[in-house]
């Protein structure tokens, strides 16, 4: 089993920034693909950003240029650094791990097999 565990998450005004951490632990962390992913209420879960074991990275339509993900295999940390941040930004945000087989579906929660409990993003004035 991989665990993850989120942090970083609070209340935030519009245009301000957060920046959310991952952290792993049990297994080889730098053999999986890792994702964030959100889940606003009343709405799915949508997929935010990704990155692999090298380094490459994804974003979802509405995150490209706002929002970076990043990778420590060192500390087997994940962040999601979130800029310019939106009150329909608003979401419980979860981190999610695959093991990396290639470039298919890497927004697409149902790929991933492991979870975070989630960490609260509010952005409000």
């Known amino acids: 089993q991989l665990q993850l565990v989120e942090s970083g998450g609070g209340l935030v005004q519009p245009g301000g920034s957060l920046r959310l951490s991952c952290v792993a632990s049990g297994r080889t962390f730098d053999s999986y693909l890792i994702g964030w992913f959100r889940q606003a209420p009343g709405k799915g879960r949508e997929g935010v950003s990704c990155?692999?074991?090298?380094?490459?990275?994804w974003y979802g339509d509405s995150f490209e240029g706002r929002f970076t993900v990043s990778r420590d295999n060192d500390k087997n940390m994940v962040y999601l650094q979130m800029t310019s941040l939106k009150p329909e930004d608003t979401a419980v945000y979860f981190c999610?791990?695959?093991?990396?087989?290639?470039?298919?579906?890497?927004?697409?929660?149902?790929?991933?097999?492991?979870w975070g409990q989630g960490t609260q993003v509010t952005v409000s004035s």
């Open positions: 990155i692999n074991p090298g380094r490459t990275t």
């Open positions: 999610a791990a695959r093991h990396w087989s290639g470039s298919l579906r890497v927004l697409d929660d149902s790929e991933y097999d492991f």
